[in-house]
């Protein structure tokens, strides 16, 4: 069946990298994301990495996808507290989304 | 602009009101989405529109009517509700022709049932 699995914690210190890893078992999808959602905010679309990729980059956002192990990943240069969130990992069915549980990324000084 | 707006932002009813929940989108989207988000968790769909017509049901208890009176609205009828349907609902949005464009999201709206 479909499953996405997240860590459901990461703390990291400012100024350092993040790196949130999720596990997807559905090897038909054509789109995985990642979504980042603030206290009592909607989902803000961060990113996303077409299947055939290995490695997408904008800006301080980097998702490697390894295609054989099923894991992506999403790291964060130069963590900021702005980016203090939750984020998910999600992949793309037809009509749906598969979402992970969320990571809590706690930013620290 | 990717921008889906949902109204009200807080919604407060008792177990015997009627509500309906708002969600706009002009991107020119033909797919349509409502998700419930309970707290701490990820969200789940709840009903999909595609060119207006309602073509995924999650199996969603017949107290919530969803409703797509053109391609850029998107309503969610609320009736007697049940205290355990608190949460946060989202709309989304996307392109619509493979099914498998990616989802834009609004606010949500915060609904707690007294």
């Known amino acids: 069946g479909e499953d996405v699995e997240q860590s459901l914690f990461l703390s990291v210190r400012e100024g350092d990298s993040s790196v949130i890893n999720c596990t997807y078992t559905d090897s038909s999808s054509t789109y995985l994301y990642w979504y980042k959602q603030e206290p009592g905010a909607g989902l803000q679309l961060l990113t996303y990495?077409?299947?055939?990729?290995d490695m997408k980059q904008d800006q301080r956002l980097t998702v490697l996808l390894n295609k054989k192990d099923k894991h992506l990943s999403l790291r964060i240069a130069d963590t900021q507290t702005g980016d203090s969130a939750i984020y998910f990992c999600?992949?793309?069915?037809?009509?749906?989304?598969?979402f992970g549980a969320g990571t809590r990324l706690a930013v620290h000084p | 602009d990717t921008e889906v707006t949902q109204t009200p932002k807080h919604l407060v009813m008792g177990m015997t009101n009627k509500k309906s929940l708002k969600c706009e989108q002009h991107?020119?989207?033909?797919?349509m989405y409502w998700y419930k988000q309970k707290a701490k968790k990820p969200p789940e769909l709840m009903f999909v529109?595609?060119?207006?017509?309602?073509?995924i049901n999650e199996s969603v208890p017949s107290r919530f009517s969803p409703e797509c009176p053109n391609s850029s609205l998107l309503n969610l009828h609320l009736h007697a509700l049940q205290p355990e349907d608190s949460a946060l609902y989202l709309c989304?949005?996307?392109?619509?022709?493979?099914?498998?464009?990616?989802?834009?999201f609004g606010p949500g709206t915060r609904l707690l049932v007294l």
């Open positions: 991107m020119g989207h033909r797919a």
């Open positions: 999600a992949e793309g069915g037809y009509n749906k989304l598969i």
């Open positions: 529109y595609s060119y207006e017509k309602l073509s």
């Open positions: 990495i077409f299947s055939n990729m």
């Open positions: 989304a949005s996307s392109q619509g022709p493979s099914g498998q464009e990616t989802q834009y």
